[in-house]
C-alpha cells in the first residue's frame, strides 16, 4: 500500500542532446551487461544500447512484458558493418521482419567487448506491427546472444539467461543523485532503527517515530529521494512519511528510536494522529524533485512516522533493515505550499474480487462533500498522481468529472506493474475545482487466483488509491469511499482533515 491514515565493465558512449531533449541510463539486468540510454526530441525517441557481447542484441517495447505482441529491434556489427531491422512477434517464437521498417539506426559500434547501437522511433509510427510508447508504464524486453545470426530471418535463441523485462516510465526523466541543489539546501535522513523483518510472515508494516532538526522558522522541503538499505531492495516495497499532530511531546519522545508493528487489525492504524502524507515511495521510484514555485511545509521540532511495508513472499529469516527518506528542505520559502490529497477506495474486506475475472472493476470516489469547502473558488492545481493496487492491478485510472460530465482522465496507467511504481509528472497543470468529483478506477486480473481477493493491507489482499501531489495546500488530506459493510462500522465515505 501507498498510505495509511489510521488506522563491471561499462562502455558508456556520449549521447549529446539538445535543450528540448533530456538523458535517461538505466542498467537492465542485474550483472550490468545490458545498458539502455535514452533520450525525447519533439515527437521521437532515441535508444542507444550498450551490450557485453560481440553477437546480437535484442530490444522490444512489450504491451505485458512477454515476447507475444511485442514490437522489436534486432541488430548486429559484422566487419565494421552494421546489420539492424525491424521485427514483431506473434508469440514467444522467432521474430517475424517488419515490411514497414520505423526504427532507424543512428550509430554503432563494436570492440573487444561490447557492441553499441543507436536507433530513433516516433512515439507512434502509426504502423499496425509497432507499439505505441505510452505515457504511462513501458514494459521493456531485452536480448542477446554470443553470436551474430548468418542472416535476417535465422536469429538464433537467447536462452533463459540473455533476456530479460523492465517497467519504465520512458517519457518521465529519470533523477539523478547528482543533481545540484542551492547552497542553503539542507538535508534530513529518516531510517527506520535495525527494523527486523518476520521470516514467518509476506506482509509487514513498521512504523518509527521521527523528530524535525529545531528550525526557528518555517521551512520547505524541495526534493524527496528513497533511502534502501544495500541488499534489502527486494524486501522494501514502500516507504510513506506521516506528519503528526495533536501530540503530547513528552510521549512522543519516549516513542524515538524505536519500530513497532503499523497497525493494530486489518485496517486500523496505531498512530492515529499521525496521518498527513508528506512523502511517499514505491518501488522503482526514483524519489521527487519539486518545481521551483512549490514546497511542501516542515516546522521545526514536528514529528513524524515513518511506514515502510515489507514484503517477504520468500520468508527470508534475519532481515535488519535501516532504510528509509531523505527530505531536502531550504528557508528559502517558495510561492506556494503543496500537499497530498488520497483519493480511492477505503482497504477493508468489504471491497471483494471474485476468482477467474480477467477485467474485474473496483473503484473509490473523492466526493466534493469530503473536500469541496477545502477548496478555493479558483481551485487547486495537480502536479503528479501516484496510482496504487496490489498484484492483480492491470489497469488504473484517476478519472474526473465536472458539471456531470466526464473530463480527460488526470492520469492513467494501461500497463500496471507493482513490482514498478513510480508517480506520473503531469506535462501540463490540471486544475480541480470545489465542486469536481474524482473517481480512481482499478481494473484487476484475477485469472489466476481460486479464491475471493479482499480489500487489506497485505500484498495478497488489494487496493486502488491514488496519491495526488497538488497546490496550494488545503485542509483535508484524504476523501474515501467503499461498500457499506458491518464489518467495516458501515462506512460509506471518510475524509481526514489536515491541520
Known amino acids: 500500500m501507498l498510505w495509511s491514515v489510521y488506522h563491471v565493465l561499462c562502455v558508456v558512449f556520449l549521447v549529446v542532446v539538445d535543450g528540448n531533449g533530456w538523458i535517461n541510463r538505466l542498467r537492465l539486468d542485474n550483472n550490468g551487461n545490458y545498458h539502455l540510454v535514452w533520450f525525447l ?37 559484422k566487419d565494421n558493418r552494421a546489420e539492424f531491422h525491424d521485427y514483431h512477434a506473434v ?36 504502423d499496425d506491427k509497432d507499439l505505441p510508447i505510452p505515457e504511462q508504464t513501458a514494459r521493456i524486453i531485452y536480448a542477446y546472444h554470443e553470436q551474430d545470426p548468418d542472416s535476417v530471418d535465422e536469429i538464433m535463441y537467447h536462452g533463459s539467461r540473455n533476456r530479460g523485462t523492465k517497467s519504465i516510465l520512458l517519457l518521465k526523466p529519470q533523477r539523478s543523485d547528482d543533481i545540484k541543489l542551492p547552497d542553503d539546501v539542507l538535508s534530513w535522513d529518516i531510517l527506520t532503527p535495525n527494523a527486523t523483518i518476520p521470516g514467518d510472515v509476506d506482509t509487514m508494516y513498521f512504523c518509527s517515530v521521527h523528530k524535525v532538526p529545531p528550525l526557528d522558522t518555517k521551512h520547505h522541503i524541495i526534493r524527496t529521494q528513497p533511502i534502501i538499505q544495500h541488499g534489502n531492495e527486494p524486501y522494501v516495497h514502500h516507504l510513506i512519511l506521516n506528519l503528526c499532530t495533536v501530540v503530547v511531546d513528552s510521549e512522543m519522545d519516549k516513542l524515538l528510536n524505536q519500530y513497532y508493528p503499523c497497525y493494530e487489525n486489518s485496517w486500523i492504524r496505531q498512530f492515529q494522529n499521525c496521518n498527513i502524507i508528506v512523502s511517499a ?26 511506514e515502510i511495508h515489507y514484503d517477504n513472499p520468500s520468508f527470508t529469516k534475519g532481515i535488519v533493515d535501516n532504510s528509509g527518506l531523505r527530505l531536502y528542505y531550504t528557508p528559502k520559502l517558495r510561492t506556494y505550499d503543496a500537499g497530498i490529497l ?29 473536500y469541496g469547502s477545502s477548496i478555493p473558488p479558483e481551485g487547486i492545481y495537480v502536479l ?16 474526473h468529472f465536472r458539471n456531470g460530465k466526464e473530463l480527460k482522465p488526470i492520469a492513467e496507467d494501461k500497463y500496471y506493474d507493482f513490482k514498478y511504481q513510480d508517480g506520473t509528472v503531469l506535462s501540463k497543470e490540471v486544475k480541480i475545482l470545489p465542486s469536481d468529483h474524482l473517481t480512481v478506477e482499478c481494473v484487476y486480473d484475477s485469472t489466476d487466483r481460486v479464491s475471493n481477493t479482499l480489500g487489506g493491507l497485505g500484498t495478497q489482499q488489494e487496493m486502488c488509491l491514488a496519491f495526488i501531489l497538488y497546490y496550494p495546500r488545503i485542509a483535508v488530506a484524504a476523501s ?20
Request: charged share 15%; hydrophobic share 40%.
Open 281 to 306: 515511495w514505491a518501488v522503482g521510484g526514483q524519489g521527487n524533485l519539486f518545481p521551483d514555485h512549490v514546497g511542501v511545509p516542515l516546522y521545526g521540532n514536528a514529528y513524524y512516522v515513518l
Open 91 to 126: 508469440g514467444n517464437t522467432k521474430p517475424i521482419i517488419d515490411k514497414k521498417q520505423d526504427w532507424n539506426l543512428l550509430r554503432f559500434y563494436e570492440n573487444g567487448t561490447h557492441t553499441m547501437l543507436r536507433f530513433r522511433r516516433k512515439l507512434d509510427t502509426c
Open 41 to 77: 526530441s519533439e515527437d521521437s525517441i532515441t535508444f542507444q544500447v550498450e551490450v557485453a557481447t560481440k553477437g546480437w542484441v535484442g530490444f522490444g517495447i512489450s504491451p505485458n512484458g512477454g515476447m507475444a505482441n511485442s514490437d522489436i529491434v534486432i541488430g548486429w556489427v
Open 384 to 399: 503528479s498522481v501516484f496510482l496504487h493496487s496490489h498484484l492483480l492491478g492491470t489497469h488504473l485510472t484517476l478519472r
Open 342 to 370: 488520497s483519493v480511492g477506495s477505503i482497504w477493508y474486506p468489504c471491497v471483494l474480487i471474485p476468482p477467474k475475472q480477467k477485467n474485474f472493476i473496483v473503484a473509490g470516489h473523492g466526493d466534493p462533500k469530503c
Open 480 to 499: 474515501l469511499s467503499g461498500p457499506s459493510c458491518n464489518l467495516a462500522l458501515g462506512l460509506a465515505g471518510v475524509s481526514i482533515v489536515a491541520p
